[in-house]
């Protein structure tokens, strides 16, 4: 397989729009295609977005042999039926996070891609956005020593609508911090230690207004370096600018602290001083999520956000909601 990929979008809502935009820079590698369960719906997608073909039918779009790949952009609860059949019809797949409703979906999946051969890639962005490079990089260099503490914070007034599926904890898979802050959890598990253990612990829940799920969780881990560490996510919280807030590293050299969206790093440690800007261009990592997708499929290699490390985040995930919940 060489050239560009035909990659088709099953679901055409929210999160398709973002990642069209970002696939529209990327035309050197991949063209898009747009299925939902209304025609109408489809090919207004691939008016907007330039794509090439649109499809009525889910089972249609993994049919067409002129699909190399698919993108699973529905809600949580569908991920893991579609993903078993686009494995089966032989494409490759880049699923939604959070993927899969629980470890032995992930199992499941594996075995399947294994059996079928193809490039299962789980969208965790955050994995390549230059705030998660950079941090891991400055964390390799040892730029603030023996790491102590890590501090992370994800705080915004962000409510749904009442008509928003996000509120139906049966197809969003859980609350806000599942659908989320798993994202969130899994930077806090990317940067070099690996997170062995966590415990959640939850604020008693708001159920008034539209939105009406669960939308806080505070998390404490320890890492296999030694280090101890939290998440402290909100969606009900205010916070400047609806949503900037600080994050830190504590070492025992030093202090990295950081804008948790990426705009900003600032290290002190061995070495002085220094502002660093990790970059703007591709803020949320997408477009190179994409390039390590397409590279994988084509070089027939493992993408750098693998199956495996997104069940690590999901066991971690389950260790949280057994105990948050006692």
């Known amino acids: ?43 207004s997608y691939r008016v907007r977005y330039g794509g090439v073909k649109s499809y009525g039918d889910y089972r249609v779009a993994l049919e067409d042999p002129a699909v190399d790949a698919v993108v699973i952009a529905v809600p949580p609860r569908f991920h893991l039926d579609l993903t078993l059949q686009a494995l089966s019809a032989g494409k490759h797949v880049l699923v939604e996070k959070p993927a899969y409703l629980s470890l032995t979906d992930y199992e499941q999946v594996r075995e399947a891609r294994d059996r079928a051969g193809r490039v299962v890639l789980v969208g965790e962005n955050d994995h390549y956005k230059p705030l998660a490079v950079c941090l891991r990089r400055l964390l390799k260099k040892g730029l603030i020593g023996e790491m102590v503490f890590a501090y992370f914070t994800t705080l915004a007034q962000k409510f749904k609508t009442a008509d928003d599926w996000r509120n139906d904890e049966v197809i969003a898979g859980g609350d806000a911090f599942f659908e989320e ?8 598990n990317s940067l070099g230690p690996t997170i062995t253990s966590a415990q959640g612990y939850r604020p008693i829940p708001a159920r008034h207004g539209t939105d009406t799920r669960m939308k806080s969780m505070l998390v404490a881990f320890r890492y296999d370096n030694g280090a101890v560490g939290s998440l402290a996510y909100s969606r009900e919280v205010p916070s ?87």
Not at 19 to 35: E, M, N, Q, T
Request: charged share 20%.
């Open 181 to 188: 802050g798993i994202h969130w959890l899994h930077l806090a």
């Open 240 to 326: 400047l600018l609806r949503g900037v807030r600080l994050s830190k590293l504590f070492g025992r050299d030093g202090i990295i602290t950081f804008e948790s969206n990426g705009s900003f790093v600032l290290v002190r440690g061995r070495n002085g001083q220094k502002l660093l800007f990790p970059g703007v261009r591709d803020m949320r990592g997408y477009q190179a999520m994409y390039r390590d997708f397409v590279h994988a499929i084509h070089e027939k290699q493992t993408p750098a956000m693998t199956l495996e490390l997104a069940m690590a985040d999901q066991c971690l995930m389950e260790q949280i909601y057994s105990t948050a919940d006692r």
């Open 1 to 43: 397989m060489s050239g560009q990929l035909n990659i088709a979008f099953l679901g055409c809502g929210f999160i398709t729009r973002v990642h069209s935009r970002y696939l529209k820079r990327l035309r050197d590698v991949a063209i898009p295609s747009y299925a939902s369960r209304t025609l109408a719906k489809a090919e």
